[in-house]
């Protein structure tokens, strides 16, 4: 991907999510499906300004949907990346 700015979609605010950023300064987005971790990593450092670890990523499969048919649809697939920031690095949430 050419445009850092498309690569991270949104910030993954759940349970588990808060218990990584609050043990081990990791957190967690959703970021575009094509994206690898070289990008993810470029893109969190030029546009956040931290100091990026490690990244990983995981590949979701979107849920299944039937709305009273036979056919079913289904929502769209994801990919979810958690980064690891330096010592004394953080993101502002609020």
Not at 45 to 71: I, P
Request: charged letters at 35%; aromatic letters at 4%.
């Amino acid at each position: 991907m050419n445009d850092l700015t498309q690569v991270i979609k949104s910030i993954r605010l759940s349970e588990k999510a808060t218990i990584g950023t609050e043990t081990n300064n990791e957190y967690t987005f959703k970021v575009h499906p094509d994206a690898n971790k070289v990008e993810i990593k470029q893109a969190v450092e030029k546009l956040l300004g931290k100091k990026v670890v490690s990244v990983n990523t995981a590949n979701y499969l979107g849920k299944k949907k039937r709305e009273r048919r036979a056919d079913a649809g289904r929502t769209a697939h994801w990919k979810k990346a958690v980064v690891k920031l330096a010592e004394g690095e953080t993101i502002d949430l609020v």
